[in-house]
């Protein structure tokens, strides 16, 4: 057994010292479950972190999201550079800047230093979701903003508390630019406050061990992790690789995919993840700034280093190349709300290009992460009658080389994030869910398939100027399979009026739309891409799916060529009839190719026909269209398809 580096610390100080620091935050996690006003930070949209007093992380928790790992060093950073030199004992300052190595205006960070007499040993953070921070929409997502301007408040490093007193001017400023600012002044309570827990352990640690110590245990830990991932690196073979992934259109330029490039390069013990090639910003929130796509880019590879634990060190072999400008390097004051879109099609991509490293831990793609947000008038409830509805909802991770996909997951965005209760969401806000549920024929077909995702209805009750957004990706790029698997499904959002029969498709990408009482909305989630040709799927592992429902009689012969006979659907009986399937698999094999190939006019027309739907189109004719018109997505086509005959038919037989 090789002895770890522990540097001047003999190795059980060192051992106790990590594991101390990452209890300290958390700890300030339990602090925030049960001081925070906002039901979507008690469902876990935050995350919080100790720094050394250089701003480094020390330490993350083991529930904080994955999405904000690799940004929160850069905020302490900044905090910093203004008041480095002025800093207090009791001091708490506030960031919410993007263009400053955040994510988006929604996740706010208050940061306190940590003194021991006089001397600044380190800093803890803690970073919430606030569920509005002003702007033109409520939830303050708004697809179609161009700059930040109609976007939220943006918060460069301000003091919330001075030496322990709360600044209450600057706090009720804040606050009451926001939708809800009663909840916004509990949730800096409960914030500062879960920075005060790690104050109040990190100086119990400096009592027991001497202040010299902890201070070298926060250098050897990052040291640690450092040492570990350049010798595992190094342990590779240098080489390059590269993929491409996209988000799903520009709003103000028609059809077409925007790409994101990425080239990664191993050469010794330092890997560059190059991003030349991706596309210009873009006229929507669907852009990244840098810190997010860091962010990103240090999830993805985490994936494949589950053992360690995450602080400064994994960073220190890593170098990114972003063209600036683009959607994925954005400066101020482009908008960038919804930097989540290419977060984690970079995650994604990151996940493809390893999975050729380590086969042994490969993953195809999984769902796309999606909120949905409305706000107005709840008349049920005169003490509080603006209402924040703001919801995400768990779906299917990708199939793995030897295993199906997670079902029923939250997005590899935020691993840490709760799926919320329905009850609690029907207690806050004036709506009723109706359906909630697996969702039939949600996960792309493989050797082994993907996870599942869900189907999810409700219905608007009492309000009064109500408007609805939806942030969401993956309606064109949908999520796909890798070696021979197939695609999952679109993502979208249908809306039935009150008092009439039929829904309307409203996509994946819609602001301020207005709702009124008695609205009915559903929404499914994709579930992951398939791993392997589903035609060497086992039999008995498709009738098993169909048993538990999660895959459809028709859909299991066109798929995966497997014939199911339903024996007594009400015991969940069916057999499988395998010359049938013998012969089905045959026949698709000699005519899939050119499925995928077909002239994608005569696909969309049969579409329009109904003689075929979007699963057939996605999964057997590689073709996407207008899910609401039929009309044909030419150029979008023909990225789709290009991605396809790489990931898909090229690994066909």
């Known amino acids: 057994m090789k002895t770890q580096d522990t ?3 003999d190795p059980v100080t060192f051992e106790v010292l990590k594991n101390s620091f990452i209890t300290s935050v ?13 039901f979507v930070i008690y469902n876990r949209d935050f995350s919080n972190a100790l720094h050394d007093a250089e701003g480094n992380s020390v330490a993350q928790g083991n529930q904080d999201i994955a999405v904000h ?13 203004v008041f480095s030199g002025k800093m207090l004992p009791g001091d708490v300052y506030a960031i919410n800047d993007p263009y400053a190595g955040g994510t988006h205006f929604s996740d706010v960070r208050l940061v306190r230093p940590i003194f021991d007499d006089d001397d600044l040993i380190g800093f803890s953070q803690s970073n919430g979701h606030w569920s509005d921070l002003g702007g033109s929409v409520p939830g303050s997502f708004d697809v179609s903003a161009r700059d930040m301007f109609r976007e939220a408040v943006r918060i460069t490093p301000v003091r919330l508390f001075r030496a322990g007193e709360f600044c209450h001017d600057v706090a009720e ?6 939708r809800d600012p009663a909840s916004i002044i509990g949730d800096i309570h409960s914030q500062a406050g879960a920075t005060a827990v790690a104050e109040r352990e990190i100086l119990r640690l ?3 061990y001497g202040k010299d ?8 830990v990052q040291d640690y992790v450092e040492k570990s991932v350049r010798s595992r690196i190094a342990a590779l073979p240098d080489g390059e690789w590269e993929t491409v992934d996209y988000i799903d259109r520009d709003p103000a330029k028609g059809e077409g995919m925007i790409p994101i490039r990425i080239r990664m390069t191993i050469k010794d013990d330092r890997i560059t993840y190059d991003f030349e090639g991706s596309h210009p910003t873009i006229s929507s929130i669907y852009n990244s700034a840098p810190g997010a796509t860091f962010s990103a880019v240090v999830a993805g590879m985490k994936t494949f280093f589950p053992d360690l634990p995450l602080n400064s060190g994994f960073y220190r072999m890593i170098d990114i190349k972003a063209p600036e400008n683009s959607v994925v390097s954005a400066g101020w004051p482009v908008a960038v709300t919804g930097f989540l879109m290419p977060f984690e099609k970079i995650m994604n991509a990151i996940f493809e290009m390893w999975s050729q490293i380590m086969p042994e831990k490969s993953i195809a793609c999984a769902f796309n992460l999606e909120y949905l947000l409305a706000g107005g008038r709840d008349l049920r409830s005169p ?3 603006i209402f924040m509805f703001y919801e995400w909802l768990p779906g299917g991770w990708g199939g793995r080389n030897g295993k199906d996909g997670s079902d029923v997951t939250t997005a590899c965005f935020g691993t840490g994030l709760m799926s919320q209760p329905n009850e609690g969401n029907e207690r806050v806000n004036p709506t009723r869910t109706v359906e909630f549920q697996i969702l039939r024929d949600s996960a792309g077909p493989g050797k082994w398939r993907g996870g599942a995702g869900v189907q999810k209805t409700s219905i608007l009750l009492e309000s009064e100027n109500a408007v609805m957004s939806y942030i969401c990706d993956r309606e064109r790029a949908v999520v796909w399979g890798i070696e021979g698997g197939l695609p999952s499904m679109p993502h979208g959002l249908s809306i039935r009026r009150s008092g009439e029969k039929e829904a309307k498709w409203l996509g994946s990408v819609f602001s301020d739309y207005p709702v009124y009482t008695g609205d009915e909305f559903a929404r499914p989630t994709a579930g992951g891409g398939g791993y392997g040709d589903p035609l060497e799927r086992d039999p008995q592992a498709v009738c098993d799916d169909v048993a538990s429902d999660y895959v459809s009689i028709e859909r299991a012969a066109k798929d995966y060529g497997v014939v199911v006979t339903e024996i007594d659907a009400d015991l969940c009986e069916f057999e499988v009839d395998l010359p049938a399937t013998g012969k089905l698999r045959d026949e698709i094999r000699s005519k899939r190719k050119d499925w995928a190939r077909m002239p994608a006019e005569e696909v969309a027309a049969l579409y329009r026909k109904g003689e075929i739907d979007s699963l057939d189109a996605v999964r057997r004719y590689a073709t996407i269209l207008d899910w609401e ?6 150029k979008t086509t023909a990225q789709f398809r290009e991605s396809f005959e790489r990931r898909t038919v090229s690994h066909w037989a």
């Open 7 to 9: 540097g001047s610390l």
């Open 26 to 38: 958390d700890l300030m996690a339990e602090q925030m479950l049960r001081t925070c006003y906002s």
């Open 69 to 81: 790992v690799g940004t929160l060093h850069f905020t302490c950073k900044d905090v910093i550079r």
């Open 173 to 178: 400023m804040i606050a009451q630019n926001t």
């Open 206 to 208: 400096v009592r027991k």
């Open 213 to 220: 110590q902890v201070l070298q245990g926060m250098g050897a």
């Open 383 to 385: 003490d509080k009658p």
């Open 629 to 634: 018109t039929g009309e044909l997505l030419k």
